[in-house]
């Protein structure tokens, strides 16, 4: 009982006075009850721990042989001087020059052979993101204005969706299409939805293009992601078909995969490299906001009203390594977490129509906790790759301490006096040590509270999110590239640096792409933050 409630957090809501009845004139409130995101210190269970460890133990046979054969080596060679050693190996030379020979032979073989049939890493040349045309700019109090003036909603649903916007943590100049404020209009149509896709992807298509001068006819591989609109012929189709690009080109479209999907593209991009060899891949991931609209009362499907918003990111990638040179980043990892096999994960965000058939997109009450929950288990994989052997340690024993002695650390002791959790509590890793740079999903702003809160992240680590939400708000799979841009357009990104992007969505899926600068990332020409990055962070604090 006490470990359930320590997952709920309550609020007060609905002050005021009773005007009737016998308690007419005394103070009356609502005490509103919700589920808190799993708090990782006490929550990391094993079983997730050997999701992670397995990479380590996979490789065991390495680390323990390895070091035992320099150590022998060393000692042998250690034991010779300068001159004896070389007249030890031109003596062994001259009296067998044909084994010698052969040796080397087998060895340059077996040296070409395994660079051969490793798999050619994969390059992030550039990137473009879309910004919309200052007349779709909507501020919060004009969403309200436009939201009432289209007849769609009665009072109750604008207060539910002003209380939303107050405290999103998106700003007055995020992008909405204008269609969804028409009058008695259903703006999910396919008009309005090609529309829609056509001027974000092709703008953000038009400047990649021209940004990495590249031809469209030179593009082998092409993945294209968004959740809701999925037209016939497909977006990919729609894209072969506008740039005229050639026959052969891989293409493929990936629908109702959420906000995580811009990782799943690039994963099956770098696939798609890997097996074809088709030299450069585009990733386009976007969303259309015209049919993440609804016009009805239930609140659940109110929810993505207040958030969603307009944008678009397209990627060029290339597994070529003549494009070392002129690449951005290189892709070190990227890992996957599905929890569609839990019936409540499945659910948490569902499209469905309500009681008066009006079709939207339910976000359910679970949706942080089983958020959490997906999180927890793709760090606790991403740990092991990304994370200093000695964090590793530490946390693995903590863990291992916790499985063996769980008497002992069952009902932990409170904080001490100077505010340090118990060394009963497991050790969580310090993934600061890992990454320089966090673009975390820009969802909202009390699940950005929560990641920091929970994976220890200071202030400025989920400045780039809190800034992309604020100035573009919830641009669903590609606002991790939004958050990226912003990085680019303050200069923060220099050689050797390591980004950490992460979201999470529908199914309930949470993956994790990680990037290493191959060189000192210079400030963009274009960018969609030109016009604003002076302003952040001072901007979302006002």
């Not at 082998?220 to 977006?235: E, I, M, W, Y």
């Not at 650390?409 to 001490?416: E, G, K, L, Y």
Request: proline share 5%.
């Amino acid at each position: 009982m006490a470990r359930e409630q320590a997952l709920l957090s309550t609020e007060i809501v609905n002050r005021g006075v009773e005007p009737s009845g016998p308690d007419a004139g005394s103070p009356t409130f609502s005490v509103r009850v919700r589920r808190r995101l799993p708090d990782f210190l006490q929550s990391v269970n094993l079983k997730y721990v050997r999701l992670g460890y397995h990479y380590l133990i996979s490789h065991g046979v390495y680390l323990a042989t390895i070091p035992v054969i320099v150590l022998v080596c060393g000692a042998e060679v250690g034991s010779l001087s300068r001159d004896e050693l070389w007249r030890k190996v031109w003596g062994e030379a001259t009296y067998d020059l044909a084994t010698v020979l052969a040796f080397l032979a087998v060895l340059a073989f077996t040296i070409s052979v395994y660079i051969m049939s490793r798999p050619r890493p994969v390059y992030l040349i550039d990137f473009a993101c879309y910004k919309p045309a200052d007349e779709l700019k909507v501020s919060k109090a004009e969403f309200i204005d436009l939201a009432r003036k289209s007849g769609k909603f009665d009072e109750d649903s604008l207060a539910f969706q002003s209380r939303l916007l107050a405290k999103s943590g998106i700003g007055d100049e995020s992008y909405m299409p204008r269609c969804v404020f028409e009058p008695g209009t259903n703006c999910a149509t396919m008009k309005e939805g090609r529309a829609e896709a056509s001027a974000a992807m092709f703008a953000a298509l038009d400047e990649l293009f021209d940004k990495c001068r590249v031809r469209p006819k030179d593009v082998g591989v092409l993945v294209v992601n968004c959740s809701l609109f999925n037209p016939t012929p497909s977006l990919s189709a729609m894209i072969v078909n506008h740039y005229k690009m050639r026959g052969n080109i891989l293409s493929y479209n990936l629908g109702g995969m959420g906000c995580s999907a811009g990782v799943i593209a690039v994963d099956l991009a770098r696939d798609m490299l890997q097996a074809s060899g088709a030299g450069l891949a585009v990733v386009v991931s976007t969303e259309a906001v015209s049919f993440t609209w609804y016009a009805g009362k239930r609140r659940s499907m109110l929810i993505p009203n207040a958030f969603f918003r307009a944008g678009c990111a397209a990627v060029l990638l290339s597994n070529r390594r003549r494009d070392f040179h002129r690449a951005k980043y290189q892709l070190e990892h990227i890992v996957r977490t599905h929890k569609g096999a839990d019936d409540r994960s499945f659910r948490s965000v569902y499209q469905e129509e309500d009681e008066q058939r009006i079709k939207g997109l339910s976000i359910s009450r679970d949706l942080v906790e089983v958020g959490g929950h997906a999180l927890k288990t793709n760090i606790t994989t991403l740990g092991p790759l990304v994370l200093p052997f000695s964090e590793q340690i530490l946390f693995f024993a903590g863990v291992l301490f916790r499985h063996l002695f769980p008497s002992k650390t069952s009902t932990p002791p409170p904080p001490s006096a100077d505010g340090d959790a118990s060394a009963a509590a497991p050790y969580i890793p310090d993934f600061k040590r890992a990454f320089e740079h966090f673009c975390m999903h820009a969802a909202s702003r009390d699940v950005l509270e929560h990641l920091q809160s929970n994976l220890g992240l200071r202030d400025g680590d989920l400045e780039a999110s809190r800034a992309a939400l604020h100035r573009f708000g919830n641009t669903s799979s590609s606002s991790i590239w939004y958050e990226l841009a912003y990085l680019e357009a303050k200069g923060r990104v220099r050689r050797g640096d390591r980004v950490w992007q992460l979201a999470f969505g529908s199914g309930f899926k949470c993956n994790s792409a990680v990037w290493r600068a191959v060189r000192r990332v210079r400030r963009p020409a274009r960018s969609p933050w030109l016009d604003s990055v002076e302003q952040y962070p001072a901007r979302m604090n006002a």
